[in-house]
């Protein structure tokens, strides 16, 4: 794996370095946003993933993440934030992060969090042009996906900019219109197991989900409270 890691903190960098040559990762460390975000640029598609601080000098952490995006839309993307800024989490998917980790962090659960972001996007579309009713595998009412493109449809319209982590909940739900999944479910499915982390990064991902939906029509992913949520389509 090449990964980018633009995070001013030297300690933490050394840290990481050991771990990932642990690892056998070819990894490039940047302490200036600026700089980190001008090393992505010479070769944006020469990055496996990329690790961005939050608060950087020269250019932050936000605006490094949209910068990205606007190159490319599978570059997996990890930002770091504070414990306890759900804020910044929500602000960081929404400008296009896959997933976040809160400091201070265990390197082991850096670890895991990358290699599950990195197995998912290694997942290469199947060869072949299909017939246009055909190419939908995933079906409701309503929604249509095609897993292999990675395109999800609601009311004839493609939901557009869903992440990696969005799309696997999505697609997970419309499996399985009415059933019930837990946070913990979730965390086991879309992101690894055992999960490293805290389980509000369920409750972020789903509301950005949300938000993308519901420019389409009635929302499609109901809160069961005290239990987690579902898929469910309006009339049903």
Same mark, same amino acid.
């Given at each position: 794996?090449?990964?980018?890691? =633009? ?17 056998? !990762?070819?990894? @490039? ?34 605006? =490094? ?5 606007? =190159? %490319? ?28 980790? @809160? ?18 996007? &290694? ?39 869903? @992440?990696?982590?969005? !799309? ?13 999944? %837990? ?12 999960? !490293? ?8 991902? =789903? ?11 009635? &929302? ?10 579902? !898929? ?5």
């Amino acid at each position: 794996m090449k990964v980018l890691m =633009i995070e001013d903190n030297e300690s933490v960098c050394e840290m990481m370095g050991m771990f990932f040559e642990k690892e056998g !990762f070819n990894s @490039t460390f940047h302490g200036d946003g600026k700089e980190g975000f001008e090393a992505y640029q010479e070769r944006p598609f020469e990055w496996d993933l990329v690790i961005l601080d939050l608060n950087l000098p020269s250019m932050d952490g936000m605006t =490094i993440c949209r910068k990205i995006r606007e =190159i %490319s839309k599978e570059t997996p993307i990890i930002m770091l934030t504070a414990q306890d800024s759900e804020s910044d989490q929500v602000i960081g998917l929404e400008m296009g992060a896959d997933d976040y980790v @809160t400091k201070p962090f265990s390197p082991l659960t850096l670890l895991a969090r990358m290699k599950a972001l990195h197995r998912r996007a &290694q997942v290469i579309p199947s060869e072949g042009v299909q017939e246009e009713e055909d190419k939908f595998n995933v079906k409701t009412a309503t929604v249509k996906i095609n897993t292999s493109t990675r395109e999800a449809y609601y009311n004839g319209n493609l939901i557009d900019n869903l @992440t990696p982590k969005e !799309f696997d909940l999505f697609v997970m739900f419309a499996k399985h219109p009415k059933r019930v999944f %837990s946070r913990e479910q979730l965390l086991k499915s879309i992101w690894e197991d055992p999960f !490293f982390g805290d389980e509000r990064t369920v409750d972020a991902h =789903i509301k950005k989900l949300r938000q993308k939906i519901e420019k389409y029509g009635p &929302q499609l992913v109901q809160t069961v409270w005290g239990v987690g949520y579902k !898929f469910e389509e309006q009339g049903e």
